[in-house]
Structure formats: C-alpha cells, structure tokens
C-alpha cells in the first residue's frame, strides 16, 4: 500500500515498521516512545525519542521502527515560494507501509 502524505501523525505499536522512499528532507518528529531510523546509504543509524526531531539526508529508502509503542509526525521539506506569495509543497512523501499494527 503506498500513501502520500504532506504531514501526518501515525502509531505504531513495538516492532512496528514503515518504510519511506526518496524522504531527503522530511522531518521525523516522535510524540511518544522510541523509534530506530535507517537511511540508506548513511552508516549510522538514528534512535529518536519522544520530543526529538530528526531530518532524512538521504534520498532512497529509510526504514523508521519502534521499539516500543510509539507515536510520530511526518513533515515533508519546507514549502517554497512561487510567484511571490503562492506557496506549493515541492515533494511529497510518498510511504510504503510495511507492518503498522
């Protein structure tokens, strides 16, 4: 299943998964629990926490976890202006849900 998302709040519960492709931009903000985030292509892979954000730097697939039930944002990259005050949003989020239950 493919969703595309500008912004929005997901749940996932312990060992759930969601993958993201070609996110570069996109924030990750985790409202509750721990989520284990994997970019490929970086060689460290990101534990984020309740209250913290962390921007995708990678194009190609990411891999965000839980490891305990968990609640998060995805934003995608800031808007832009077009023809002085139009604003559009320059890339959705398209994800490709693994396992969300």
């Not at 629990?33 to 954000?53: M, N, P, Y």
Request: aromatic share 2%.
């Amino acid at each position: 299943m493919q969703i595309e998302l500008n912004s929005s709040t997901l749940n996932l519960s312990p060992a759930g998964v969601i993958a993201v492709q070609d996110g570069t931009g996109t924030q990750v903000l985790c409202l509750s629990g721990v989520l284990w985030v994997t970019e490929e292509g970086e060689s460290k892979d990101s534990i984020v926490r309740a209250g913290d954000v962390l921007t995708l730097r990678k194009p190609g697939r990411t891999v965000i976890s839980a490891l305990e039930a968990a609640s998060l944002t995805l934003m995608g990259p800031e808007p832009y202006k077009l023809n002085g005050s139009r604003q559009r949003d320059v890339h959705r989020l398209v994800a490709d849900t693994v396992a969300c239950s």
